[in-house]
């Protein structure tokens, strides 16, 4: 059934972008991420203008965050103290990136920002999640999970620390602001959660617990993604009403068997879903830029009046 989007100016089929926000609203729930940098390239791929895309979807992120954080609210597997810090990271990231994102679509340049930016920052975090869980489990270290968290004593050293009972943790707060300053401006930018390098970066970095990671990266998305949402709708008109209907359908209700689907994936194997995930979507980007297209130029016939 074909459905006309006002904004993104083209008709698309409602139950393709439904099916494919079911599925990747299910891949949101399991891993702990927002799915955005799997359903912005698949709405880029099914010709949806970037720009729209981008900020559409972040509605989208924002729904399946508030069906998947509920779910881990409910085990008890949310820091909301460290959570707390993560979003006013990520408020401030988000309104840079809205800027930087307006000021590259008034130069023309946006859409080539966004594809090569996916290309970089998926290529780069997503190489390096393939290679710590395929060492991790083609290596397994002795060391227990506790002994692995001393080893962020460089953030212990910075000032501004805090306790985090609930990770068991005690570190300073600015690698943590910075870091969701850094995961905002680019979800605003690109139509992604950040949890693909959130959820990574806590656990490698960090040394946060597998089981509290997820839930708090779902906290933090919720109301950064909401802040995009709607500082797109206000400065840049590319949030397109219809669109975003469909995708928080469907991953409110994919979130929710996601959220499920996570108890008893083991954390090497956790790790190395996720990384061929990020990794695959930049190989996809890469190759509509690097594959030269079958036909090069077309040819169509214009009957002018005279």
Not at 126 to 151: Q, V, W
Not at 183 to 209: K, N
Request: with cysteine; net charge positive.
């Amino acid at each position: 059934m074909q459905i006309y989007l006002p904004i993104a100016g083209l008709p698309v089929d409602v139950f393709t972008v439904l099916g494919l926000s079911v599925a990747v609203g299910f891949i949101s729930g399991l891993f702990g991420v927002g799915g955005g940098f799997l359903m912005t390239p698949l709405l880029i791929f099914l010709g949806i203008p970037p720009a729209v895309a981008v900020a559409s979807v972040s509605s989208q992120i924002a729904a399946s965050s508030v069906t998947g954080a509920l779910a881990y609210w409910r085990r008890r597997a949310v820091d909301f103290k460290l959570g707390t810090i993560l979003t006013l990271g990520g408020i401030v990231g988000a309104v840079l990136g809205v800027v930087f994102f307006n000021a590259m679509q008034r130069q023309g340049h946006l859409d080539a920002v966004i594809v090569f930016s996916y290309i970089a920052l998926l290529g780069s975090i997503g190489g390096l999640m393939l290679f710590e869980s395929l060492k991790a489990i083609c290596f397994p270290s002795t060391k227990t999970e506790a002994a692995t968290r001393d080893r962020h004593g460089w953030a212990k050293s910075l000032p501004f620390k805090m306790q985090f009972h609930h990770s068991g943790l005690e570190i300073s707060t600015i690698p943590l602001f910075l870091l969701a300053v850094f995961i905002g401006f680019f979800g605003a930018l690109l139509g992604v959660g950040g949890g693909f390098i959130l959820v990574p970066a806590l656990i490698y970095i960090f040394r946060v617990p597998t089981a509290v990671v997820v839930g708090t990266s779902l906290v933090q998305q919720l109301i950064t993604m909401v802040i995009a949402t709607l500082l797109h709708a206000a400065t840049n008109h590319s949030v397109d009403i219809l669109l975003s209907l469909i995708l928080m359908l469907g991953a409110t209700f994919g979130a929710q068997f996601g959220a499920r689907a996570h108890i008893g994936i083991r954390p090497e194997y956790f790790r190395l879903l996720l990384g061929l995930l990020v990794f695959g979507v930049a190989l996809r980007f890469a190759a509509d830029i690097l594959i030269p297209p079958r036909d090069t130029f077309s040819a169509t016939r214009t009957d002018v009046a005279r």
